[in-house]
């Protein structure tokens, strides 16, 4: 417990008067007498202070209570007119054990303070830990008082330049009411600490027993409270959650040992100490992943100030996952994640199982295009100058002039899903809440499968809706290349991020850790949480594909071929293309066109498909473009093969990204560092295993003996004995919060920062995607004055006044 603002680490007079009730002690070294009704034992104990008293040497030195408290009592000032609530006699509270004793004795400063703290708790009131007196840096005299000892200034109320008005202010609570209890502890000559007086007597009611968890001395921020607060922020579970668990788990509020005030309280010390060199640790700590792992890749750039404006990172898995699966990726700059409003853009790709896969990402401080051509330009440095052939984004104009800068031979297209919820926005609510409208226009878009149809489908619904004047849809009709399905089928593996469910899982991903605003080394923590639930859920999915088997739904051979190269997740994406290949697709002509054949297949949606193969090599193209649009032969392909009486799929339909064992391939960078992250430390493995099973072990043992009272007095005992013998091995050592930040942050808060985060903006409230569309809140209706229409305007802004104003 720190010490109490009032205390004083200087010698102080205490100038206030003796209380009316008090009876003065007045001692002397050559003739020590007591005043009627003073206790013995306090004069035994005040002539034993008076050698260490200064000034109180001599035959006629004069020691009062005035001078045992002297030097070890805080300034206050009393008012006019003294408060007194007479209280019972508290002894009768206590068990005699518990009560404080002059002349008890104790070995360290802190027993008593426990000690004193544990009576005032059974008795109800707070305790306040007082001045003191020191000498060679080791504290004679330390005095305790009851949280309610002294009075509060009251500051002057400061008026405003405004006659009348008064400045607002804080709404402090007082509990002051002068009560003189406490107890004054002195080091005797043998080094230990010894009760020298104790006032008993409170001038105010106790706390009821349902309240003394409230006290503030019998509050404290645990251990098992603060290690719980910062595994829950490093799961993105915030501090009002982490409380709510500790109350559960602790069987109820009593037994937290704080407030969600001193929950709150301790968090903010955190960022408070952190706020200045917040910049500078976030990249030491990509400092410190390159140290480890030289194939971590990260890059940043300050300002003249030395403001951190960009950043970006990629680790060896990330740069392995790019050599993999980086041929299509989307990037979103639709994000903003910390305080300082700076822009997280990750980078995302689909991975073998059809999972959304991160590649990196950056902090950008603005979204002009040089900071673009900066970020796809290191994006090139991390993955070796391999370009990616297909990249999907928002529609980010400075995003475009870039790509088109640095790639210029990656095919650039619009994320349809950010596009598509915008449309609620540009239409009326009747269209908007048409269900035939939107079953029509998913048609169009989605379900076109070329240019013509699209646009025949698409001016029919303008048509229909009278939306033919409206200048968006007429916008994204002209642009209409760049975003719709239909106009880039031929492109390879388009198709994986056409879907909303794969922008929809991304941003699910993302929001995991970006649902408020943070500091840079707080995200990072939640990002690294984030980041292995995701390479978890892959491991997860790598395991079932290699140790399990999937159910053939035929006797064919190259059902069973497949299911044992595919993911079970692309296995069943093909099987879905054999079954209906085996009960819907007929084959209705054959021609042939020099090393080509041309077969004409009916389908189950009614269509005819026309499959072109290769006589040579068996490789066919067929008019769905499935193949081109996913990687996976189409039902129609499928059956042209089994009308050659091939048994099975041949090797050039397969394609490395699908193959359950795609990433067992070692793979290097240009500095010929292993793509691939270090194996942990051995020793730390098992350390965090025995950690771990402790831990459920002691739950265990929680359990077994929860319902007896013997049996947890046995834990609680065994437990305590262990205490000492622990200490001989491991000395207990006193850690500052500042320690206990650094091992939570995972390194040393820095005195001398050299990077700096961008100017701290306002702080508060929650960040998450910047909502587009029908994730907006539509404007609140309202009934305007001037039209006495109901409208999302008023009187002061309505479009009648710009009429009135021209014809004036």
Known sequence: MEPHPAASTVETKDPRPMATNSTPMVLTNSDLTLSTGSPPSLATNAAAMLPMIPGTHGPDAVLSIMDVDAGVVAHVEEPSTPRTIPSPNIADKCKANKKPVVGMTFDTLKAAEIFYKDYAHDAGFSVRVGAHRKENEVILYQRYLCSNEGYRKKSEEEVSEQPGKKKKTSNVMDTRCGCEAHIVVKLDNEKKYQILSFVEEHNHVFVSPDKRHLLRSNRQVSERAKSTLFNCHKASIGTSQAFRLLQVTDGGFKHVGCTL?????????????????????????????????????????????????????????????????????????????????MKFVPFTGVNHHLQSVFLGAAFLADEKIDSYVWLFQTFLKATGGVAPHLIITDEDASMKAAIAQVLPNTTHRLCMWHIMDKVPEKVGPDIKNDEDFWKLLNECVWGSENSDEFESKWNS??????????????????????????????????????????????????????????????????????????????????????????????????????????????????????????????????????????????????????????????????????????????????QVLRGEKQNEIPPIYFIKRWDMRCKREVTFDEEGNLLDEKAKDPVEEAMARKISDSRNKFEELIQMAKNSEQGIEFLYSSLSNLVQPLQNIVPAATASKQDEFESFLGGKIPQEVEIHPPNDINSRGRSKRIKKGKEQKAPRKRMCGKCKQLVAHDARNCPLNGVENASN
């Not at 968090?267 to 706020?275: A, F, G, P, Q, W």
């Not at 990249?283 to 140290?291: I, N």
């Not at 593996?493 to 970006?514: K, Y």
Request: net charge neutral; glycine share 2%.
């Open 261 to 341: 005030r001193d929950l709150k309280n301790y968090y903010r010390d955190l960022r408070t100490k952190i706020k200045d060199a917040d910049a500078h640790m976030f990249v030491h700590q990509l400092e410190r992943k390159k140290e480890a792992n030289p194939a971590f890749f990260y890059e940043f750039m300050v300002d003249k100030e030395g403001r951190l404006v960009r950043v970006f990172w990629a680790d060896a898995t990330c740069r392995k996952n790019c050599s993999v699966f980086g041929d299509v990726l989307s990037v979103d700059s639709t994000y903003t994640t910390n305080q300082y409003d």
């Open 461 to 638: 619904i303008m048509t229909t809706y009278v939306l033919t004047e409206n200048e968006w849809f007429s916008t994204k009709f002209a642009s209409r290349e760049s975003w719709i399905p239909a106009y880039f089928m031929d492109i390879p593996l388009a198709g994986l991020l056409r879907t909303t469910s794969r922008s929809e899982s991304a941003n699910s991903f993302f929001n995991r850790f970006i649902h408020r605003k943070l500091s840079f080394v707080e995200f990072w923590l939640r990002f690294s949480t984030a980041l292995e639930c995701q390479r978890e859920e892959e491991l997860i999915a790598d395991n079932k594909s290699l140790h399990s088997n999937r159910t053939l739904m035929t006797p064919w051979v190259m059902e069973k071929q497949c299911s044992v190269v595919y993911t079970h997740e692309i296995f069943n994406k093909f099987q879905e293309q054999l079954m209906v290949a085996r009960d819907h697709c007929i084959i209705q002509g054959i021609s042939e066109n020099d090393d080509k054949k041309i077969v004409t297949i009916s389908s189950q949606s009614g269509k005819e498909r026309v499959v072109q193969m290769n006589k040579s090599n068996l490789f066919g193209m067929c008019s769905c473009k499935f193949y081109e649009s996913y990687g996976i032969p189409c039902r129609h392909i499928i």
